[in-house]
């Protein structure tokens, strides 16, 4: 294993509807992060839940505003895990691709100082001053290195990347930047050809050495569909959600058979928006 000082940090970043989000949502950045951290690489220093805003449409979608509050419940014990608001507070539904730029302009350090490098050197006058002086400077190799920015990656289920090959539910170069320039963190599920969808999208094939594919070997397949179903139908849901997110549903009579028809026949967001653009020749 390579020294862990040299490994790369990563930060993970998970958008979806998380209506609600469940116990398999959690497990995703878990075995991702082993995933990563066994390869000697990288070390996941960070985990960001991003629930979708109201205006993607989705049917079945409950307000973003109980969504992000279950989320946070789901989280609030774990040391890595994070919950994001900007995007589903955000008017307009707002592509994956512009979260992950949100993300990574927050990544990035602010002020004129922005290493520990730049703020301890002397200044340019005071350096000339001091080798006037014949004083001699410290050099660079004994300052502290820069620290790099954390890589921003994509964790996703194997569900979005077959999504991927869905006409006008993602715009083409939207993924080619997703996978170029941050890569995706893929967890496969039980029954999913995740290598197959890899192999059919010639985007994700030629930048199949960004996607790490994490194999779930104690396999789970909680959905929220089905916890939905599951609560209309008056079943249990334990110790499939966090109890704080059960415990919340129940306060707030979330997922009834009137909230399954929300947007009922509305057009999702990214199909109507990419539909109305005009083709690329």
């Keep these: 294993m390579e020294d862990p000082d040299s490994r790369t940090e990563v930060v993970l970043l998970a958008c979806g509807s998380f209506n609600p989000i469940t116990n398999m949502h959690l497990r995703l950045f878990e075995l991702a992060r082993d995933h990563l951290q ?7 220093v960070k985990g960001i839940v991003s629930p979708v805003g109201d205006a993607y449409l989705k049917k079945s979608l409950i307000s ?3 969504r992000v509050a279950m989320a946070r419940l789901a989280t609030e014990n774990s040391d890595w895990l994070e919950v994001d608001d900007w995007e589903s507070s955000q008017r307009e539904w707002q592509e994956t691709i512009k979260v992950l730029r949100y993300h990574q302009q927050k990544l990035k350090p602010s002020g004129p100082a922005n290493s520990f490098e730049d703020a301890h050197l002397p200044s340019r006058a005071s ?3 001091k080798r006037a002086a014949g004083s001699q ?3 660079r190799m004994n300052q502290p290195k820069r620290k790099c920015l954390p890589q921003l990656k994509m964790l996703c289920g194997t569900d979005i990347l077959e999504s991927f090959a869905v006409p006008n539910l993602w715009k083409q170069e939207d993924i080619q930047e997703i996978v170029s320039k ?6 496969t599920r039980l029954g999913n050809k995740a290598q197959k969808f890899i192999y059919e999208l010639d985007t994700l094939w030629k930048h199949k050495q960004n996607i790490d594919l994490v194999e779930e070997w104690i396999t789970n397949d909680i959905s929220a569909t089905k916890i939905r179903r599951a609560l209309r139908r008056g079943q249990s849901i334990r110790y499939l959600v966090p109890d704080s997110v059960r415990s919340y549903i129940k306060e707030h009579n979330l997922y009834t058979a ?11 967001a990214p199909l109507q928006r ?8």
Excluded at 38 to 44: A, D, F, L, M, P
Excluded at 261 to 266: H, I, R, S
């Design 38 to 44: 066994e390869t000697g690489k990288y070390k996941v």
């Design 64 to 66: 973003a505003r109980h």
């Design 127 to 129: 350096r000339k001053r």
């Design 137 to 139: 400077l410290p050099t």
């Design 182 to 187: 941050h890569g995706l963190v893929c967890v």
């Design 258 to 268: 009137e909230t399954e028809n929300q947007n009922a026949g509305v057009v999702l």
């Design 274 to 281: 990419y539909a109305q653009e005009p083709v690329k020749s």
